[in-house]
């Protein structure tokens, strides 16, 4: 079975500077899907970022780039001129490629980096 | 578009009594749907997910139980609560296509008392 290690419960980070966020994962699988999401005091998850495995080409979304490293299974997330409304709680996510009879399309999460933003 | 409503939004109930939570799925057709719980300070757990109408798929035996009679409604129930199934529950829906990431709902928070 896949897991999902954030080895980070909390990180602060002073308005408008870097932060990166680790994760790690295990699997024994070559092809898979992986994710962040933010999860703000509202409670919503709302997506972050993807990336595919088989791309080699880390994935950017605006201020939010990944540092996807697939040898060492390593995923980190880094967040640039963080923002107030970056607040939030981060999860990394895990999802395979391969397609059971039932489906593989469960995610498996992290346990979550809270982040905070020093104004 | 696609929108995902769960509720109800916050429920205190007390040990012994029963759970519906509902969920509802607008703009596709045969999603994929989710219960995950979210335990204070934790990460997300999964529950159920379920890929058609009547396939459930449960992950953590419990005294928790999920059904799909429709195909886009997906309900969490229970027939006796324990104060341990006090969290944060949340249903998703994702279109099927592996690369495709989950939508989750608001959450419903869940107080067992």
């Known amino acids: 079975a896949q897991t999902v290690t954030q080895s980070q419960p909390e990180m602060s980070v002073q308005e408008a500077e870097t932060v990166t966020l680790s994760c790690t994962y295990d699997?024994?699988?070559?092809?898979?899907?992986l994710f962040w999401y933010k999860q703000p005091p509202s409670r919503q998850m709302i997506l972050v970022i993807r990336q595919e495995a088989y791309k080699q080409q880390n994935a950017t979304e605006n201020r939010f780039s990944v540092n996807f490293q697939k040898a060492a299974k390593s995923f980190s997330l880094k967040i640039s001129d963080s923002q107030l409304g970056d607040a939030a709680m981060y999860f990394c996510a895990y999802r395979s490629a391969w397609i059971s009879n039932f489906g593989n399309e469960k995610l498996t999460f992290g346990t979550g980096t809270r982040l905070t933003i020093i104004p | 578009s696609q929108t995902i409503h769960q509720w109800p939004a916050t429920l205190v109930q007390p040990v012994g009594s029963p759970l519906s939570l509902e969920c509802t799925v607008e703009g596709t057709s045969n999603p994929n749907l989710y219960w995950y719980r979210q335990a204070a300070g934790r990460g997300l757990q999964l529950l159920f997910y379920s890929v058609g109408i009547g396939q459930i798929s449960s992950e953590v035996p419990q005294n928790l139980s999920a059904s799909r009679p429709q195909d886009r409604q997906f309900i969490l129930s229970s027939k006796k609560l324990l104060l341990s199934d006090s969290g944060f529950y949340l249903c998703a829906w994702s279109p099927g296509r592996l690369n495709s990431p989950l939508h989750f709902g608001n959450g419903t928070r869940l107080t067992v008392t």
């Open positions: 699997t024994s699988e070559s092809d898979y899907y």
